[in-house]
């Protein structure tokens, strides 16, 4: 009624009276006296007519702080015109009125959140459930008005042109106001803000904190209206506006927790006012066309959807429908496992990619889960770690050996680029908790990203040790498999060290499988005779040649927790291998290890591992079944992503 009122009273009174300005003002005076009689009249069957002394003096005592406090408040609207017409003159004032005129846009939002927000919280009362409430409607709020916010900024210049039948927000002579805008937009941001921040002042009836609070925000907005406006001139005067109102912000912040201490989701809200940081950036970056803005509404809205500000934290959540999102830049049966075994508690979803695509479906995975995990430490997974903590999301690395190598000897290591490093110490540093397949790698891990490793924790892969056992084949020769596709992959496996070996024992039979000969060739190496060479094969087929191994080959110089290794004990070989990586605490006492690069020392624990009992496989098979069942690792697994740090 208030605003059919006016608008319609206005239209007659100045379009057709021709009363000007007191047509404005009679519509106002109007409109007023029918929200009056209006209240009234529907309060009227609650009122009971009686008179109280003290009530008298309490109400008087807790409204009286509000007559300066909207003076001030009046004051801090209004003395940005008057300081700009005395500094820059009344053109100045005429741009910069117009650019505030498309404020209301914003004051439509917070307004109306106040007029139901102030019965609600003084109905709820300060009970101890109230506060979470409260939390969420405040976090609920802002990514309501930084969508409006967003969308109205970026789309202003088209807002402003808008012409239906003649008319339009404001003149084409006031269209370079549309600058200012968005400070003024964020400007009844906080606003709003202060409004939420209201109750605690509310309950402890300290309203005279409230006169004080906006005289505050008064003073900081006049003051920085004389510095500003010379300098900055309208755009100047928006900014002393934003800063009035978050003075009142901020200040009714720290006093009203001091009566009523709301757990307001800072992570959560501190997500939301980033996810607009970044569209504005993503606008920047891109160009700006209409399209490109749209998208960075849409990216905001994705970004803050992922916030989950209406559901409970992800501790709340039952392990069985927990979401969990596995990101890994490389597709290997190890990992596939991982994928199988937290999919066998959890609604698993996992992806392999690079590039542009990688980041994309990093961004979409960690929004629709309650855990997010990365196979092996990368680039990929510092953004990955980034939207975890932002989103307030469980992230696990789980780290291979490969991701913490600098071997310079060697140029091996993703530790060795220094614009990668940055970013691999923040992942590793900043994840809730890194999970490594081997003690060793935790040391490693320590000593590349500098810091204590708290947050590492060893958990060993788990393997189907059904499906790698051993038949009734003889057992003869020496296996090793490595997938080289590259020179110093090559180096790394220690290839080149086994080519060495099966030239001193040309009696021996040597098989290896998953380096090409063109990469052997390209390493300047003579294949002997006794070595066969076999291209990458499917596990259906590699696992034949365990089962005909008598002898398993890891001449590695740098390692991780070789899978391959574990496999052929899985299959009753007999382990020989260097001294470096997981290599020791996979083998443990159940073959020989030798020191890398030494020839004459591989060749002497080959020969007499081909002298042994076939038994010894056995127990190499044996601390398999063990030490890395499969029924360990989705243990660990599942107490990793449910919260514990020990797994």
């Known amino acids: 009624m208030n605003v059919l009122t006016t608008l319609g009273l206005s239209i007659y009174l100045v379009a057709v009276m021709k009363m000007g300005i007191n047509g404005v003002f009679l519509s106002v005076l109007a409109a007023s006296t029918v929200t009056a009689v209006g209240s009234f009249l529907t309060a009227l069957p609650e009122i009971r007519f009686s008179f109280s002394t003290i009530d008298a003096k309490n109400l008087i005592k807790f409204g009286l702080p509000f007559v300066p406090a909207g003076v001030a408040s009046i004051a801090m609207e209004m003395i940005d015109r ?19 005129k ?20 003084l109905k709820q009362g300060d009970k101890p459930e109230s506060k979470p409430l409260f939390s969420r409607i405040f976090t609920i709020y802002v990514s309501i008005a930084l969508f409006v916010w967003l969308a109205i900024s970026l789309f202003i210049p088209e807002i402003v042109r808008i012409n239906i039948s003649g008319y339009s927000l404001i ?76 003075t009142m912000a901020v200040t009714t912040y720290l006093i009203s927790r001091q009566f009523f201490k709301v757990p307001y989701q800072w992570g959560r809200v501190m997500g939301i006012v980033v996810s607009a940081g970044v569209a504005v950036l993503f606008t920047q970056l891109l160009g700006g066309t209409v399209w490109v803005r749209l998208g960075a509404v849409i990216l905001f809205t994705l970004l803050v959807l992922g916030v989950e500000i209406t559901r409970p934290k992800k501790s709340q959540i039952s392990s069985s429908n927990r979401k969990v999102f596995l990101f890994s830049s490389l597709n290997l049966p190890f990992i596939r496992r991982d ?12 992806t392999t990619a690079s590039g542009f695509t990688a980041i994309s479906k990093i961004t979409t995975g960690v929004l629709s ?36 190598s600098a071997d310079e000897e060697l140029n091996y290591g993703i530790w060795l680029s220094r614009w990668r490093r940055p970013l691999l110490r923040y992942a590793l540093r900043k994840a809730d908790l890194a999970l490594a397949v ?32 051993p038949s009734s084949t003889e057992k003869k020769g020496i296996l090793t498999v490595a997938a080289c596709d590259n020179s110093t992959r090559l180096k790394v496996k220690g290839i080149d060290i086994l080519v060495e070996t099966a030239s001193k024992m040309p009696n021996t039979a040597f098989t290896l499988v998953g380096t090409e000969p063109s990469v052997l060739k390209e390493s300047e190496l003579t294949i002997p005779d006794n070595l066969q060479i076999v291209s990458l094969l499917p596990e259906t087929e590699l696992l034949e040649y365990y089962q005909s191994a008598k002898v398993y080959c890891q001449p590695s110089r740098t390692e991780g927790m070789p899978n391959t290794l ?23 006492e ?34 398999i079944i063990k030490e890395f069942s499969v029924e360990r690792r989705i243990a660990g697994l599942r107490k990793a992503i449910e919260g514990e740090t020990e797994v």
């Open 438 to 469: 081997a003690p060793s790698i935790i040391s490693q891990a320590k000593t590349v990203a500098r810091y204590d490793g708290a947050n590492l924790s060893y958990l060993p892969i788990g393997l189907d040790t059904d499906y790698w056992s």
């Open 369 to 404: 889960a309650d855990a997010v995990i990365s196979w092996f430490a990368s680039t990929y997974s510092a953004w990955l770690v980034f939207l975890g903590r932002l989103f307030g999301k469980r992230t696990i690395l789980i780290l291979g050996g490969a991701d913490v």
């Open 102 to 121: 498309l404020g209301i846009f914003m004051l439509l939002i917070t307004t109306a959140f106040n007029y139901a927000w102030q019965p609600f919280f």
């Open 171 to 246: 003149g084409s002579d006031y269209y370079s106001a549309e600058s200012i805008v968005p400070f003024i937009l964020i400007a009844y941001v906080f606003q709003g803000a202060y409004f939420n921040f209201l109750p605690g002042i509310y309950f402890a009836k300290k309203t005279g904190y409230i006169a004080l609070v906006t005289a505050a925000g008064a003073g900081v907005n006049v003051i920085l209206n004389y510095i500003l406006i010379p300098l900055y001139g309208i755009t100047g005067a928006a900014l002393a506006t934003i800063a009035g109102h978050g």
């Open 339 to 350: 994928v199988e075994a937290i999919s066998s508690f959890t609604n698993t979803k996992s």
């Open 566 to 588: 574990m496999e052929a004990m899985s299959c009753g070989c007999i382990p020989v291998g260097t001294d470096v990586g997981g290599i020791p605490t996979l083998m443990e």
């Open 590 to 623: 159940t073959g020989s290890i030798v020191p890398p690069n030494d020839n004459e020392s591989l060749v002497q624990a080959l020969s007499a591992a081909l002298q042994q009992d076939e038994s010894d496989g056995k127990t190499a098979r044996q601390r």
């Open 82 to 100: 008057v300081i700009l017409q005395h500094l820059k003159g009344a053109a100045s004032v005429g741009i910069y009125s117009a650019g505030y």
